[in-house]
């Protein structure tokens, strides 16, 4: 089996052009559905709280849940009674049940319990977070173990009952939004999550993209706006431009890690800090307490927002043998701001980067929208006036703005609205691992989707009958820089010579922000794909499909059927290594041929939700595969956070890493090609200058397979170099035998001349 590493590379320029699918949105399929039939709803899943909407009578409509409140907290309780609590019953309880109460689950959601981010939640939340079989981060309450996409589906079925309530009718279908930053795992275990509440997901949008919908919607000039969306566990920021009823996303950049949520923990950090200096006792570890506390800094928080002082009353928060134990502190708004200052601070370099990325200046910018309740803080709108240089609009409410959004997107796909069409983007680079660890870009960030995209690649070694394309997301040059998000091999490749198989691999992306991705030999059509999936645990289907293909892929290795593995990569770095892995699948049943020969067409579609398929198709045998990318871990806070950065700052160094690798790739390919050549002629050269160029393509060799493996000591000029010295040399072996063939043949076509006195012959 070839490791992508060893089994794709690209090929040349010429014909990546020929063989390239421009990438461009399928515009005509965005503008409504006309399969679907009743009410759609827009729901906004929040971290802290969410939100329901309808799209009635030419305007979208919040509707109140059952506690006469417009907006929901994300709260889910199990009571030792059996019963399950959503929503404020649930939150209210939370002090007295704070093991089997959870919150704050969406942080978890497309999350692998070994992430940095889930390692530190755990520290801060009183209920258990727990690894699942498959590594997920899930959650236990009452002994059972819930995926944070069944928690979300709790909270989703309350704002399903809400609408159906309020309609007097089933709902069956909904537009779910998303943290603009949320990769895919992310973005379908969200669907999951509406699924499991008996919502069929038409589309899952962007939140800052959504909110810009609902402050557009009654607007008909021409416009470029700026989205702050700092909510209670994401930060997103988008530019947007908006003409006649078009809202085209221009560039998106965040945190997915930052909020409300963590403005809580810093405060709450702040309170446990006093307290012990004042008592001398640690309550750190007392669930109830850290929940009185919680609360406490929530209240305290929202209060600083329209007054410059609150006091933190929490009596008998524990007892000691001298009596009961109590927190009193004035808490003043400066001193807020001071405690959360990094976390605001943390906002400002995705908003430069955002800017960069649209070429927008902030003078162009006509209005900047705030959305989630923190832009309610002081401090948080000085900050934004600061960054963009005006005032911000406060023409959106800022909790239920992006539940409008999705109702008037849940409006457009219902048919119930025309006149608007909405363009976002996908907000990191995804690619494939190639020769040397290189992270190969199909489809740049903040790319509009739906799209689709293809580029051809081929095998890197004589015979090899199968690849694996590994899927990669983020911005550095190097895949070992970026996030893998999974792989697929795409097997069966007829053996052909290094070069000649096309597998034309194909990137999918759909308007929900999933990916597809599909490899295809083009020779036998052999195809492979995945999409990545969500990290919410295995379904029934998902159970068996694992078997059936493990049962199918053990008679294939009994038969030793040759295997590629595609693995499909999104990110900005060079090299595989550097990026994220989206998924993986196989092509099998490729004839066997020298390495280069076969011709593995891989092809990436993204569709109008940014869903990605890939497909591998073996040129010569029409064999194919594709995939929608299977699940993965979701991006870590600093793995989102740094993938831009690291691919700025690492931009010369992933440069001349590159270098290295593609001079060793052609340094390889230049001493197979030789030796192959010198074999044909072996007996015309001259034994000397014969063992001169052996010699030359040795040491060509040696240097470029220390290239490849990543030796620091080798620069590319170096590769180039020695394989310059050896092409001389060789250069001038076939010379001398071309001459000798040609003076040869000149001495045979040559007339024989008369001898003197004899008559020429006629």
Same mark, same amino acid.
């Given at each position: 089996m070839y490791g992508i590493t060893r089994s794709l590379r690209s090929t040349p320029v010429s014909a990546l052009r020929a063989a390239t699918r421009t990438a461009t949105p399928s515009l005509g399929s965005r503008r409504w559905n006309s399969k679907v039939s009743g009410?759609?709803?827009?729901?906004?899943?929040?971290?802290?709280?969410?939100?329901?909407?309808?799209?009635?009578?030419?305007?979208?409509?919040?509707?109140?849940?059952?506690?006469?409140?417009?907006?929901?907290?994300?709260?889910?309780?199990?009571?030792?009674?059996?019963?399950?609590l959503v929503g404020q019953p649930a939150r209210r309880q939370a002090v007295v049940n704070a093991e089997n109460t959870i919150f704050a689950s969406k942080r978890l959601i497309g999350r692998k319990f070994s992430d940095a981010e889930v390692q530190r939640d755990i520290k801060q939340v009183p209920y258990k977070i727990v690894p699942h079989t498959n590594g997920d981060a899930w959650v236990e309450a009452r002994g059972?173990?819930?995926?944070?996409?069944?928690?979300?589906?709790?909270?989703?079925?309350?704002?399903?009952?809400?609408?159906?309530?309020?309609?007097?009718?089933?709902?069956?279908?909904?537009?779910?939004?998303?943290?603009?930053?949320?990769?895919d795992s992310q973005r379908q275990a969200t669907k999951d999550a509406g699924q499991i509440a008996g919502l069929d997901v038409l589309r899952v949008i962007n939140e800052p993209t959504a909110a810009a919908l609902a402050y557009g919607l009654d607007k008909n000039d021409s416009a470029v706006i700026a989205v702050y969306d700092l909510g209670g566990g994401t930060f997103d920021i988008s530019i947007l431009e908006m003409q006649k009823g078009v809202f085209e996303v221009k560039s998106t950049n965040g945190d997915t890690h930052l909020g409300g949520e963590d403005f809580d923990i810093a405060l709450v950090n702040y309170i446990l800090e006093e307290f012990k200096?004042?008592?001398?006792?640690?309550?750190?570890?007392?669930?109830?307490?850290?929940?009185?506390?919680r609360e406490a800094a929530e209240r305290a928080k929202i209060e600083l927002s329209s007054t410059s002082q609150t006091d933190i009353s929490l009596p008998y928060i524990t007892a000691t043998a001298e009596g009961p134990k109590h927190i009193n502190i004035t808490l003043t708004r400066s001193k807020l701001e001071q405690i959360v200052k990094p976390l605001i601070d943390r906002t400002n370099e995705p908003c430069q980067k955002a800017l960069r990325d649209a070429g927008i200046k902030p003078s162009e910018l006509n209005d900047v929208i %705030?959305?989630?309740?923190?832009?309610?803080? *002081?401090?948080?709108?000085? /900050?934004?006036?600061?960054?963009?240089?005006?005032?911000?609009?406060?023409?959106?409410?800022?909790?239920?703005?992006?539940?409008?959004?999705?109702?008037?997107q849940a409006g457009v796909l219902a048919g119930n609205v025309t006149d608007i069409l909405l363009l976002d983007v996908t907000p990191l680079s995804l690619g494939i691992e190639t020769l040397g660890g290189v992270f190969t870009r199909l489809i740049n960030r903040n790319t509009t989707i739906p799209t689709k995209k293809s580029q051809s690649f081929s095998t890197a070694a004589d015979g090899q009958t199968a690849i694996e394309v590994k899927v990669y997301q983020g911005e550095r040059e190097l895949v070992r820089d970026n996030k893998l998000l999974g792989n697929f091999q795409l097997t069966g %490749?007829?053996?052909?010579?290094?070069?000649? *198989?096309?597998?034309?691999? /194909?990137f999918d992306i759909d308007a929900d922000g999933i990916v597809n991705v599909s490899a295809v030999d083009k020779a036998t059509n052999r195809e492979q794909s995945m999409t990545i999936a969500s990290s919410s645990g295995l379904s029934d289907n998902e159970i068996e499909n694992m078997v059936a293909d493990a049962e199918r892929y053990a008679e294939e290795d009994k038969a030793r059927r040759a295997v590629i593995e595609d693995k499909v990569y999104q990110g900005e770095r060079e090299l595989v290594r550097d990026n994220k892995l989206l998924g993986n699948f196989q092509l099998t049943g490729l004839p066997p041929a020298p390495?280069?020969?076969?011709?593995?067409?891989?092809?990436?579609?993204?569709?109008?939700?940014?869903?990605?398929?890939?497909?591998?198709?073996?040129?010569?045998?029409?064999?194919?595969?594709?995939?929608?990318?299977?699940?993965?871990?979701?991006l870590s806070d600093n793995e989102i956070e740094n993938m831009v950065a690291d691919a700025e700052r690492y931009a010369e160094e992933d440069k001349a890493r590159r270098a290295v690798i593609e001079e060793a790739d052609k340094g390889e390919s230049f001493v197979a090609d030789t030796e192959k050549s010198m074999a044909e002629f072996e007996s015309q050269f001259d034994a000397a200058e014969r063992e001169k160029v052996k010699k030359l393509l040795a040491e060509l060799r040696e240097i470029s397979a220390k290239g490849a493996s990543g030796d620091a000591s080798v620069k590319g000029e170096d590769i180039k170099a020695a394989m310059d010295a050896a092409q001389q040399?060789?250069?001038?072996?076939?010379?001398?035998?071309?001459?000798?063939?040609?003076?040869?043949?000149?001495?045979?076509?040559?007339?024989?001349?008369?001898?003197?006195?004899?008559?020429?012959?006629?």
């Open positions: 009410p759609v709803i827009g729901i906004d899943l929040g971290t802290t709280n969410s939100c329901v909407s309808i799209f009635e009578a030419g305007s979208p409509k919040v509707l109140e849940n059952s506690e006469g409140a417009r907006t929901t907290p994300s709260v889910v309780a199990f009571t030792k009674d059996g019963e399950r059972e173990k819930y995926s944070p996409s069944q928690i979300g589906a709790f909270v989703v079925g309350k704002m399903k009952d809400t609408a159906s309530s309020y309609l007097g009718k089933p709902v069956k279908h909904a537009v779910i939004t998303v943290p603009a930053y949320f990769n200096k004042q008592e001398g006792i640690d309550v750190s570890n007392d669930r109830m307490a850290i929940q009185r506390v %705030l959305v989630g309740g923190m832009t309610r803080m *002081p401090k948080v709108i000085e /900050t934004v006036k600061a960054t963009f240089g005006k005032e911000p609009s406060k023409g959106v409410n800022p909790d239920e703005a992006v539940a409008m959004g999705a109702a008037i %490749l007829p053996p052909a010579p290094k070069g000649v *198989p096309q597998i034309q691999i /194909t390495k280069g020969v076969p011709q593995i067409q891989i092809t990436f579609d993204i569709d109008a939700d940014g869903i990605v398929n890939v497909s591998a198709v073996d040129k010569a045998t029409n064999r194919e595969q594709s995939m929608t990318i299977a699940s993965s871990s979701g040399a060789s250069l001038g072996l076939f010379q001398k035998v071309y001459e000798s063939r040609k003076q040869s043949g000149e001495a045979e076509a040559k007339p024989e001349e008369p001898k003197e006195g004899e008559p020429k012959k006629e």
